[in-house]
């Protein structure tokens, strides 16, 4: 979050529309003379739009006219400290500063620039040819003392917020035009010079009529942010005199020449509250920057005002040539002759509207009619990559920072985790010591609450050696650290101490069992015996079976974790067994008289606790008992029909009933004696869901025809009350599934061709040996395996 408000605005407003830029009141005219020689007329004020490159240009062209020996910028006053390092070789924009207070460091604020940004230009500026540079916002340690530090409705320092007023809207309005951005661009971005300092007075005329008919704006806090700026700016002039330069939101400059006391001034800084602050460099996103990103003062295309700034000539060109390599580099067909097209296309377009020069929109235009076809997949693509951009910027080694994120930036280094705006997919191979580090500090940082990284269940597979990680790295990421830096110096420690704390103050069992897990993949070993001891503790106190149950599947991918990443898991072993035995002896009366939703949460766990089971190393003893639970399940006419369903549908899959088993099961549960409603649950909890229930019926008819005999006799008057259930239980099956099922359904049981030999219906007789053979092949290379004659 950035303390800047959002309607900051920017030179050169009127420029285009203002004949004589004389005209300004001297109030108004200080801004700037023009001269290039001789003694100044006054401080040097240059009202900017943040991030505009039209408003970056022109201070630089002002600034070397006039070649102030000092420089003021709009930040926060502690920055002074730090103002040199924008000078290294190691600091590349867009960055940010970032302020935090020390007891919080989640109260904290960004000031962000990127290299078209009037303030990183003027700084940069200075910096290059000796000039004298100080930061004259409010401090930070006043803007994070308030309840927002944005203190845009804030009444506890100023009274009387009002309406709140965007300048550039208000000016855009008043030249006829409805989109505020065009307008910009019309009058700033997309014009020729005009001189160095005729765009800054002009604005500064139309700024100065705005804040007579406005106040504030909305925005009280500006009165006394602009009242420090005032005393800075005498300070400044003390010392320098008139050889001085200021750079500043444009909202603010009538306020800067206004003639006020130091008394008044200092009266509205009075009692404003305190709070211990810490800034820093970060390193800041183009995405970060775009107003869509929630950043009030952000622009709509980042990447597009990079590239009017950067491009020495020839703009249009050389923006639909990055086009050009970009949706070749995605292996769509771009020739030179589309380029040539689509610049000429752009030029026409912007001649018809009345543009000087083809803006965003005619050559976003352009793009999709001639480079896209008319698509607007890729020009998606395009405005995503190019126009906002995924720039990240870096800041030197030299830069404050807390010791945890010392330690994250060693150990990223160490790993060859770059950190990238631009989300990624990492596959990890735990069985490779370097990515088991990355794990590690992956899951670490997850523990801290530092979300760089987040695994993706869909590509990891089944196995417990592979892992797939999304990863991004926001600004944001930054605080976060500083947040979590509270728990250690080092990532290790940080995390050890994160789940020691966390240990403590779980409460429930499946929380407990979560943590275990997760200390097991961030290789915590310090603090397994502090949560293991915990876990222990919460499950012999804890009688509840469905909590024992959610527990038991986060202990059984632990242990599976433990093989693969060699932790000792024999306490973790203990506990799991434990609760394993637990959950038979309770889960028969805990299923008994349940509602409906009641019912679908047992069966959930159920299915979990069956998984989990079946991940348990030597748990063949359990397992057998296992299956004499869900037998007494699936006999008990007190359990709900969707728990009487899924203990007989596991226990077929498991082999434990057979095959010609099921049959009387499904007959006794879809008997006239029983009601509609249990017997469509019974359905629901054998066929229904993800589980392979419509194959089931496809191959073996004898189930299908007793289906669809109970369905036939359902009373006309209960059939509405049941089509809800089975619908979601047949709407989950694959479209195929539901089409023969339709067909076998439509045959009839008297079209049905009976099996020629004694076997499963729907199967042959005998095995096929030819046919299973055949597949052998691809088993052998799927293990990697070498075939055995």
């Known amino acids: 979050m950035t303390p800047t408000p959002t309607a900051d605005a920017t030179p050169t407003a009127d420029a285009a529309r203002t004949p004589d830029a004389a005209r300004t009141p001297d109030a108004a005219r200080t801004p700037g003379t023009g001269r290039t020689a001789g003694p100044a007329a006054g401080p040097l004020v240059l009202g900017v739009r943040h991030h505009g490159p039209g408003s970056a240009r022109g201070v630089r062209a002002a600034l070397e006219a006039r070649n102030p020996a000092a420089v003021l910028v709009e930040g926060p006053a502690e920055a002074d400290a730090l103002v040199a390092l924008a000078a290294d070789p190691g600091m590349r924009p867009p960055v940010a500063l970032l302020a935090h207070a020390v007891d919080d460091p989640g109260r904290a604020a960004f000031w962000p620039m990127a290299e078209f940004s009037p303030e990183w230009v003027a700084i940069r500026w200075a910096l290059d040819r000796g000039a004298a540079v100080r930061f004259i916002d409010l401090p930070a340690t006043h803007t994070l003392a308030a309840a927002d530090p944005t203190w845009d409705d804030s009444e506890d320092m100023v009274s009387g917020s009002g309406p709140r007023v965007d300048p550039v809207a208000e000016l855009a309005r008043a030249a006829g035009y409805e989109d505020a951005e065009r307008w910009w661009e019309d009058a700033v971005e997309l014009r020729g010079d005009t001189g160095p300092t005729a765009p800054f007075e002009a604005l500064a005329e139309a700024m100065g009529a705005l804040r007579e008919a406005y106040g504030h704006g909305g925005h009280p806090r500006d009165l006394v ?31 800067l020449t206004r003639r006020t006391t130091l008394t008044a001034d200092r009266a509205l800084l009075k009692g404003l509250p305190k709070v211990k602050t810490e800034l820093t460099w970060v390193p800041w996103t183009h995405r970060r920057l775009a107003r869509r990103s929630g950043y009030g003062a952000g622009v709509q295309a980042p990447g597009w005002y990079a590239h009017l700034f950067s491009a020495p000539d020839r703009p249009v060109e050389r923006w639909m040539t990055k086009v050009a390599r970009l949706l070749r580099d995605e292996d769509l067909p771009v020739s030179s002759a589309h380029v040539i097209e689509a610049v000429r296309l752009a030029e026409a377009l912007a001649a018809l509207r009345g543009r000087p020069l083809p803006g965003l929109d005619e050559t976003t235009d352009a793009v999709r009619s001639v480079l896209c076809e008319g698509s607007d997949v890729p020009l998606d693509l395009v405005r995503d990559r190019l126009v906002v951009g995924d720039v990240l910027g870096a800041v030197p080694d030299g830069a404050p920072a807390v010791p945890l994120q010392r330690d994250l930036t060693r150990r990223q280094r160490t790993l060859r985790l770059r ?107 310090e603090a397994l015996p502090v949560v293991m001891r915990t876990l222990a503790d919460r499950a012999a106190l804890d009688t509840d079976v469905a909590h024992l149950a959610r527990a038991l599947p986060a202990l059984a991918r632990a242990l599976r974790y433990g093989d693969v990443r060699g932790t000792d898991t024999a306490a973790l072993a203990e506990v799991a067994t434990g609760l394993a035995e637990r959950i038979c002896v309770g889960l028969p009366p805990a299923c008994t008289g349940l509602d409906a939703d009641a019912a679908a949460t047992m069966r959930e766990r159920i299915d979990e606790v069956h998984q989990a089971l079946g991940l348990l190393p030597g748990a063949a003893g359990t397992a057998d008992r296992w299956a004499g639970v869900l037998r007494r399940l699936a006999d008990r006419d007190r359990v709900p029909g969707a728990l009487r369903g899924r203990a007989a549908r596991l226990l077929l899959d498991e082999g434990r009933i057979a095959d010609d088993e099921a049959a009387p099961l499904m007959s006794r549960a879809l008997s006239p004696a029983t009601p509609p409603a249990d017997a469509a649950a019974w359905i629901d909890g054998f066929v229904g869901g993800a589980s392979g229930g419509g194959l089931l019926l496809v191959h073996d008819e004898r189930l299908l025809g007793l289906v669809d005999s109970w369905l036939t006799g359902v009373p006309a008057e209960a059939f509405t009350d049941v089509l809800p259930l089975l619908r979601r ?61």
């Not at 779980?506 to 290789?523: F, M, N, P």
């Open 225 to 255: 942010r602009e009242a420090y700026m005032r005393l800075r700016l005498k300070a400044a002039r003390k010392e320098f005199g008139d050889a001085v330069a200021v750079v500043c939101g444009a909202w603010h400059v009538p306020a």
């Open 419 to 525: 950190p990238e705006a631009e989300e990624r997919a990492l596959d990890l191979d735990l069985r490779k010591e370097t990515d088991g580090e990355r794990s590690r500090l992956l899951h670490r940082l997850r523990l801290l609450g530092v979300a760089w990284g987040t695994p993706d269940a869909g590509r990891a597979g089944t196995g417990t050696f592979r892992e797939t990680w999304r990863l991004r790295w926001e600004p944001e990421l930054h605080v976060q650290v500083a947040e979590a830096g509270v728990w250690g110096t080092t990532v290790e420690a940080a995390a050890t101490a994160r789940a020691h704390a966390l240990a403590e103050a779980a409460t429930g069992l499946a929380d407990t069992t979560a943590l275990a897990e997760r200390c097991l993949l961030a290789g915590l070993t």
């Open 729 to 789: 239980t047949f709407s989950g099956y694959e479209p195929g599934v539901r089409r023969t099922l339709g067909e076998l359904v439509a045959r009839g049981p008297g079209d049905r061709p009976a099996p020629s030999a004694p076997g499963v219906p729907g199967f042959g007789p005998d095995l096929d040996r030819p046919r299973a053979d055949a597949v052998l092949p691809l088993l052998h290379l799927v293990l990697a395996r070498e075939a055995t004659p």
